[in-house]
C-alpha cells in the first residue's frame, strides 16, 4: 500500500473510531464498505480463514453423527460433502459483493429487501443463527476438552464449566476484527493439519476390531444409503452452510481479485469438508455407529499418552480460536446492519455475551438437525430472493450510496420491498409443505426465486417505485472509494 493510500485509510478508521465510540486498535468498519486501497487478501489468506472454519469439532462432529444416525461410512461423508457442495453454489454467489463492493453482506441485502426490511428480515435471521451456530461450536469443543482433560487428569470436568471458560476465550479474537483472525488461520492451519493427520493415523492402525480401513469403508450402518436419512444430512448440512450465504461477502470484502476470492473458497470448502467428514465418520464407523463423540474415540485409543492427549487438546483449541470466532464476527456485523448506530466493535460484544449465555446449555448438540431445519426453512426463501435479484433482476450491478439513502431506489417502499417479504412468507410456507425427502432446502430456494423474478417484473411494469429499485445499479458519481466511506460516515441509513 502506497503511503497516500495508507494515510486516507487512517482518516477513514479515526473516523470511524469516533463515530462510534470504538477502542483504536481494533477492526473499525462494519456496515460501511470497505476502501479499495485496503483490498489486498489473496487467496491463501482467504483459503487459510474458510479450511479452518471446516476443519473443527463441528463438522467432525456432523461427520460422525451421520453415521451414528444409521448412515454408511461413504454415505455419511458424502451427505455432509454434498451438503456443503449445495450451499457453496449460493454462497459463492454472494461472495461477489464482498469482493467488487467492499460491502458486508448484510448490507448488500437492502437491495433486495430494501433498506428496513434487511434489517428485521435477512440481518435479524442470521444474527440468531450466529448466536445459536457459535453455541453449538463452543459446546463441541468442549466435548473434547473435557473428554481430553478426564483422561489426563482422571477427574470429571464439568461440560458447561469448559464451554463458558472456552466461550469467553473465543470472544477476544472476535471483537479485535478481520486481521486478528486472518494471522492466527496462517499459524493455525499447517499446525492442524499434522496434528489431525497423526490422530487419524492412530486410528487407522489401532488393533481393535472394527478400526482396519477395510472393516471402516465397508461398514453399512443400519440405514446404509437410505434416501430418507440421507436426505435428512445433506439438507441440514445445506441449511447450516446456506445460512451462512449472506455472510460470504464479510469474509471476502478485503479481497483483491474474484480470482482469489473463487480459488481460496472453493477449494477450501472442498479440501476441508472432506478431511472433516472422513474424520468423524470414521471414528463411528469404527465403533460400529454406537460412540457419537469422535475426541472420545481419539482419547481413548491415545490411552495415557500425554503427548497425543496435548495434540488433541491443542487441536481443539486452535480450531475454535480460527473458526468459531467467525460467527461473532459475522454476527456481529448482521447486528450492526440492525442498528446502525452501534458500530462493529459494540454489536459483536452484544452477540458474545448472548453466545456465551447460550453455551452453557449441553443440549444443542443433540437437537443439531432440528435447528439447522428450522433456520433452512428461513434462509431458503431468503437466498432464492437474494440470488435472483442480484443474478438476473441486477445482473450482479448495485448502487453502493443507494444502499444507504432513504430517498433512493432501494427504499422501496417504506423501506420494503414487498415482494422480497411476499416470496418470503410464500418460500417459508412451501418449505414446511415439503417432505425431507424433496431436499426442501434447494426445491424451496427454487419455487421462491422463480417465484420473486416473475412477480417483480410484474409488479416493475406498474410501480415506477419498483421499477427503479429493479434496474441494475450504477455509481451515481464518480468519487474515490475513500470518498464513499467519508460519506457514509457522515450518514446511516435509518
Same mark, same amino acid.
Given at each position: 500500500?502506497s503511503e497516500?493510500?495508507?494515510?486516507?485509510?487512517?482518516i477513514?478508521?479515526e473516523?470511524?473510531a469516533h463515530?462510534y465510540?470504538? !477502542?483504536?486498535g481494533v477492526?473499525?468498519?462494519?456496515i460501511?464498505p470497505?476502501?479499495?486501497?485496503?483490498?489486498t487478501?489473496?487467496?491463501?489468506?482467504?483459503?487459510?480463514?474458510?479450511?479452518?472454519?471446516l476443519?473443527?469439532p463441528?463438522m467432525?462432529l456432523?461427520g460422525?453423527?451421520?453415521?451414528?444416525a444409521g448412515?454408511?461410512?461413504?454415505?455419511?461423508v458424502?451427505?455432509v460433502?454434498l451438503g456443503i457442495?449445495?450451499?457453496?453454489?449460493a454462497?459463492?454467489v454472494?461472495?461477489t459483493l464482498?469482493v467488487d463492493?467492499g460491502?458486508p453482506g448484510q448490507?448488500s441485502?437492502?437491495?433486495?429487501y430494501?433498506?428496513?426490511?434487511a434489517?428485521?428480515? !435477512?440481518s435479524?435471521?442470521?444474527t440468531a443463527?450466529?448466536?445459536?451456530w457459535?453455541?453449538f461450536?463452543?459446546?463441541?469443543?468442549?466435548l473434547?476438552i473435557?473428554a481430553v482433560?478426564n483422561?489426563?487428569f482422571?477427574?470429571e470436568?464439568?461440560?458447561i464449566t469448559v464451554?463458558?471458560?472456552?466461550?469467553?476465550?473465543q470472544?477476544?479474537?472476535?471483537l479485535?476484527?478481520y486481521n486478528?483472525l486472518k494471522q492466527l488461520s496462517r499459524v493455525?492451519?499447517?499446525?492442524k493439519?499434522?496434528i489431525?493427520v497423526?490422530l487419524?493415523?492412530?486410528l487407522?492402525?489401532?488393533?481393535?476390531?472394527?478400526?482396519?480401513?477395510?472393516e471402516?469403508?465397508?461398514f453399512s450402518?443400519?440405514?446404509?444409503?437410505?434416501?430418507a436419512?440421507f436426505?435428512?444430512?445433506v439438507g441440514?448440512?445445506a441449511s447450516?452452510?446456506?445460512?451462512?450465504?449472506?455472510?460470504?461477502?464479510?469474509?471476502?470484502r478485503?479481497?483483491?481479485?474474484?480470482?482469489d476470492m473463487?480459488v481460496?473458497t472453493?477449494a477450501a470448502a472442498?479440501?476441508?469438508?472432506i478431511?472433516?467428514?472422513?474424520?468423524?465418520?470414521?471414528?463411528?464407523?469404527?465403533?460400529l455407529?454406537?460412540?457419537?463423540n469422535?475426541?472420545q474415540v481419539?482419547?481413548?485409543?491415545?490411552?495415557?499418552s500425554?503427548l497425543?492427549?496435548?495434540?488433541i487438546?491443542?487441536?481443539?483449541?486452535l480450531?475454535?480460536w480460527?473458526i468459531?470466532?467467525?460467527?461473532?464476527?459475522?454476527g456481529g456485523?448482521s447486528?450492526?446492519?440492525?442498528f446502525?448506530r452501534?458500530?462493529?466493535?459494540w454489536t459483536t460484544?452484544?452477540?458474545?455475551?448472548?453466545?456465551?449465555?447460550l453455551?452453557?446449555?449441553?443440549?444443542?448438540?443433540n437437537?443439531?438437525?432440528?435447528f439447522?431445519?428450522?433456520?433452512g426453512?428461513l434462509?431458503?426463501?431468503?437466498?432464492g430472493?437474494?440470488i435472483?435479484?442480484?443474478?438476473f433482476?441486477k445482473r450482479?450491478?448495485?448502487?453502493v450510496?443507494a444502499?444507504?439513502?432513504?430517498?433512493?431506489p432501494?427504499?422501496?417502499?417504506?423501506g420494503?420491498n414487498?415482494v422480497?417479504?411476499?416470496?418470503?412468507v410464500l418460500g417459508?410456507?412451501?418449505?414446511?409443505?415439503?417432505p425431507?425427502t424433496?431436499?426442501?432446502?434447494?426445491?424451496?430456494?427454487l419455487v421462491?426465486?422463480?417465484g420473486?423474478?416473475?412477480t417483480?417484473?410484474?409488479a416493475?411494469?406498474?410501480?415506477p417505485v419498483?421499477d427503479?429499485?429493479?434496474? !441494475?445499479?450504477?455509481?451515481?458519481e464518480?468519487i474515490s472509494?475513500?470518498?464513499?466511506?467519508?460519506?457514509?460516515?457522515?450518514?446511516?441509513a435509518p
Amino acid at each position: 500500500m502506497s503511503e497516500a493510500a495508507h494515510e486516507r485509510a487512517i482518516i477513514v478508521e479515526e473516523k470511524l473510531a469516533h463515530k462510534y465510540h470504538q !477502542p483504536r486498535g481494533v477492526e473499525q468498519f462494519g456496515i460501511e464498505p470497505i476502501p479499495e486501497d485496503l483490498k489486498t487478501v489473496k487467496w491463501y489468506d482467504l483459503f487459510v480463514i474458510v479450511v479452518n472454519f471446516l476443519l473443527n469439532p463441528g463438522m467432525i462432529l456432523i461427520g460422525a453423527l451421520a453415521v451414528t444416525a444409521g448412515l454408511s461410512f461413504w454415505a455419511g461423508v458424502t451427505a455432509v460433502v454434498l451438503g456443503i457442495v449445495i450451499a457453496f453454489g449460493a454462497y459463492i454467489v454472494m461472495a461477489t459483493l464482498g469482493v467488487d463492493y467492499g460491502l458486508p453482506g448484510q448490507v448488500s441485502t437492502r437491495m433486495s429487501y430494501g433498506i428496513r426490511g434487511a434489517k428485521w428480515i !435477512p440481518s435479524f435471521v442470521r444474527t440468531a443463527s450466529s448466536i445459536y451456530w457459535f453455541a453449538f461450536q463452543t459446546l463441541a469443543g468442549a466435548l473434547g476438552i473435557v473428554a481430553v482433560m478426564n483422561a489426563w487428569f482422571g477427574v470429571e470436568f464439568s461440560l458447561i464449566t469448559v464451554s463458558l471458560v472456552f466461550a469467553v476465550l473465543q470472544v477476544i479474537v472476535a471483537l479485535v476484527g478481520y486481521n486478528t483472525l486472518k494471522q492466527l488461520s496462517r499459524v493455525a492451519f499447517p499446525i492442524k493439519i499434522v496434528i489431525l493427520v497423526y490422530l487419524l493415523y492412530l486410528l487407522m492402525t489401532h488393533d481393535a476390531q472394527g478400526y482396519a480401513p477395510g472393516e471402516v469403508f465397508a461398514f453399512s450402518g443400519t440405514a446404509g444409503w437410505k434416501w430418507a436419512v440421507f436426505s435428512l444430512w445433506v439438507g441440514s448440512v445445506a441449511s447450516a452452510w446456506l445460512s451462512m450465504i449472506t455472510d460470504a461477502a464479510d469474509f471476502c470484502r478485503y479481497s483483491s481479485t474474484r480470482v482469489d476470492m473463487w480459488v481460496g473458497t472453493m477449494a477450501a470448502a472442498v479440501i476441508g469438508t472432506i478431511f472433516s467428514a472422513f474424520f468423524g465418520a470414521y471414528t463411528a464407523a469404527a465403533t460400529l455407529g454406537e460412540v457419537g463423540n469422535p475426541f472420545q474415540v481419539v482419547t481413548d485409543i491415545a490411552g495415557g499418552s500425554a503427548l497425543t492427549l496435548f495434540l488433541i487438546l491443542l487441536l481443539v483449541v486452535l480450531d475454535n480460536w480460527t473458526i468459531n470466532v467467525l460467527n461473532l464476527y459475522t454476527g456481529g456485523l448482521s447486528m450492526s446492519n440492525m442498528f446502525t448506530r452501534l458500530g462493529r466493535f459494540w454489536t459483536t460484544l452484544i452477540v458474545s455475551v448472548l453466545g456465551v449465555g447460550l453455551s452453557v446449555f449441553p443440549g444443542l448438540v443433540n437437537g443439531y438437525t432440528g435447528f439447522m431445519s428450522a433456520f433452512g426453512s428461513l434462509f431458503a426463501p431468503i437466498a432464492g430472493v437474494l440470488i435472483t435479484d442480484y443474478v438476473f433482476v441486477k445482473r450482479t450491478r448495485i448502487d453502493v450510496l443507494a444502499l444507504f439513502d432513504r430517498s433512493g431506489p432501494y427504499w422501496y417502499m417504506g423501506g420494503f420491498n414487498p415482494v422480497a417479504v411476499a416470496w418470503t412468507v410464500l418460500g417459508l410456507g412451501t418449505y414446511c409443505l415439503l417432505p425431507q425427502t424433496a431436499l426442501p432446502i434447494i426445491t424451496a430456494a427454487l419455487v421462491t426465486g422463480v417465484g420473486y423474478y416473475v412477480t417483480l417484473r410484474l409488479a416493475a411494469s406498474r410501480s415506477p417505485v419498483i421499477d427503479a429499485a429493479a434496474r !441494475p445499479g450504477f455509481q451515481r458519481e464518480e468519487i474515490s472509494a475513500t470518498d464513499v466511506d467519508l460519506r457514509l460516515i457522515e450518514q446511516s441509513a435509518p
